[in-house]
Nanobody, 130 residues
């Protein structure tokens, strides 16, 4: 069973930055097989949406249009940790942020599709004030 734990949420003013971290309970997510890891968010009264994902084997990334150029997803395989660097934050980025993982055959199909991911963390809150 894979356990994912997010860290790094908090409150920040518009224009500020935050870095989220997600640590996996097992190294295999980062070192064996093919896995996709992603960051997702859910604002109050809205559906959960994909923000960014990375295909662990190649490092290939995918971003939602709303965050491209402002957010950067990265991984540290040795630390079993996924990161989301968030810059130029805006009030509309306020949400609970979750990391998630899935095992894939090859490549990362539907990289930002919520329903495709198997393992989820408990979330970390990000609040951006204007």
């Amino acid at each position: 069973q894979v356990r994912l734990v997010e860290y790094g949420g908090g409150s920040v003013q518009a224009g500020g930055s935050l870095t989220l971290s997600c640590t996996a309970s097992i190294a295999a997510i980062f070192t064996h097989g093919s896995h996709c890891l992603g960051w997702f968010r859910q604002a109050p009264r809205k559906e959960r949406e994909g923000v960014a994902s990375v295909y662990i084997d190649s490092g290939g990334t995918t971003y939602a249009d709303s965050v491209r150029g402002r957010f950067t997803i990265s991984q540290d395989n040795a630390k079993k940790t996924l990161y989301l660097q968030m810059n130029s934050l805006a009030p509309e980025d306020t949400a609970m942020y979750y990391c998630a993982a899935k095992t894939v055959g090859w490549g990362c199909p539907s990289p930002l599709s919520v329903s495709e991911y198997t393992y989820w963390g408990q979330g970390t809150q990000v609040t951006v004030s204007s």
